[in-house]
Every structure is written in structure tokens, then in C-alpha cells.
């Protein structure tokens, strides 16, 4: 019997990534066509954007509980969320959550001290970057957080919510991203973080001049072993 993984959705196209994984990657453990029982609740994006818009973390976790309570009635063992952003709410959450959580940072992180990495450059919104999300995880074990420069995180967080998650995959900022990897290199990274659900859907091991670090699929991936033992 493998345990029922809840979904707390926020944005589709990193929710979409997420679930996909956790299906495909199923059947390599399970075997051809089976993967978990897997239940997804999703709020409007806009309210979770209202309460980020306005410094509410309290209102980001109150949704976030809301998806989780809802998860936990259909029969949810656990919930994860594809989502770095809305993790600043996570101890809010953690301690009134009707299940255990999985936390994104922490599959980042098992991730990145198994291969050694001690620099990590972190992309995502710009309320992800200015927040304790990943330096409170990753600084724990001796591992460096790098942002990038402040005009540059301005742009790479407007790629995300005005492209990415409206499912537009733009050359231009393709290589925009490209380019502020590049710039981590250059400033002693070991590895990128792409702390943005939607940042796999354009940056890949093949375009990027750093190993990566998918929070998307990582999370998915310490979910299906959750699910299976």
C-alpha cells in the first residue's frame, strides 16, 4: 500500500510540472502505469497574490491550511506544495496542519549535500529571494545562499509572474535566465537553485552553465519516496 500525497496547488504550471512527475516517475517504482493516490486542491492564484501583495504571511498560511484541511478529508496522508514562494507561511502552517508536511527547501537541500555543493545561487520571485525560505534551511548545513543583484531579481520575478505562469515561454527571457546563471558562475556558485516552480519549464540541465537544482521535481521525487515506504 502506498500512502495518498495531497497536492496544495497555487500556480498551475509548477503544480502541473509536480503532479506530472509524481505520475511518470511513479511508474519506475511501481511499475508501468501506477503511481500513488494523489488528491490536488487549488485556491484562486489571486488571493494567494493579494496576501503576498500586502506582507499577509498569516493569510498566505491560512489558504495554504485551508487546501491542507480539505486534502486531509479526502483521505491525504500528507500534504507537499509546489510552491517556494508561499513557504515563507510554512511554520505557521506546519504547527496547525492536520498532517505532516513536506517542506520544498528541505528536498533542495538533501539534494544539493549529497552532491557536496557548499555555493548555491537561488532564482525565483522576488519575494522568494528576499526571504529566510532557503538561507534558513541551507545555512543550517554549512551551505552558502548567492541572489543575484538587485535590478536583475526584479526582472527574473517579472518573467515569472507575468510570463511563466501564464504559460509564456519567452527567447528573450530564456536567455535572460541564461544569462543570470551565468553571472552566479562567474561569483564561485557550485549549483542554481531554480526556486521557482516554473523556472524548470525553461531552464535545464542542457541550457544552464551550473547544475540546477529543480525544487519542482525534487519535491515530487521526496514525495513518491514518502508515498512508497
Not at 6 to 34: D, F, N, Q
Not at 60 to 67: A, I, K, N, T, Y
Amino acid at each position: 500500500m502506498t500512502k495518498h500525497i495531497g497536492i496544495v496547488a497555487c500556480s498551475v504550471e509548477g503544480t502541473s510540472l509536480c503532479y506530472r512527475t509524481i505520475c511518470v516517475e511513479g511508474a519506475e517504482l511501481l511499475g508501468p502505469h501506477a503511481h500513488p493516490e494523489i488528491s490536488m486542491h487549488t485556491p484562486s492564484l489571486s488571493e494567494y497574490l493579494t496576501c503576498l501583495d500586502n506582507g499577509d504571511m498569516n493569510g498566505v498560511g491560512d489558504l495554504m491550511l485551508d487546501s491542507a484541511e480539505k486534502l486531509a478529508q479526502v483521505g491525504a496522508d500528507f500534504p507537499i506544495c509546489p510552491d517556494n514562494t508561499i513557504h515563507q507561511a510554512f511554520d505557521y502552517v506546519a504547527e496547525r496542519s492536520p498532517r505532516p508536511w513536506l517542506h520544498i527547501a528541505d528536498a533542495v537541500q538533501n539534494e544539493a549535500s549529497r552532491h557536496g555543493y557548499m555555493k548555491l545561487g537561488l532564482l525565483g520571485t522576488t519575494w522568494l529571494m528576499a526571504s529566510s525560505v532557503y538561507p534558513g534551511k541551507l545555512n543550517q548545513h554549512g551551505i552558502e545562499v548567492e541572489l543575484p543583484p538587485a535590478e536583475q531579481r526584479v526582472q527574473l520575478g517579472r518573467i515569472i509572474m507575468d510570463e511563466l505562469v501564464n504559460s509564456k515561454f519567452l527567447p528573450t527571457s530564456i536567455e535572460y535566465y541564461r544569462s543570470a546563471i551565468d553571472d552566479l558562475k562567474q561569483r564561485g556558485c557550485d549549483a542554481v537553485i531554480l526556486g521557482c516552480t516554473e523556472i524548470p519549464l525553461i531552464i535545464d540541465e542542457a541550457n544552464s552553465s551550473l547544475p540546477i537544482l529543480d525544487s519542482t521535481r525534487l519535491l515530487a521525487r521526496a514525495a513518491l519516496q514518502k508515498a512508497v515506504t
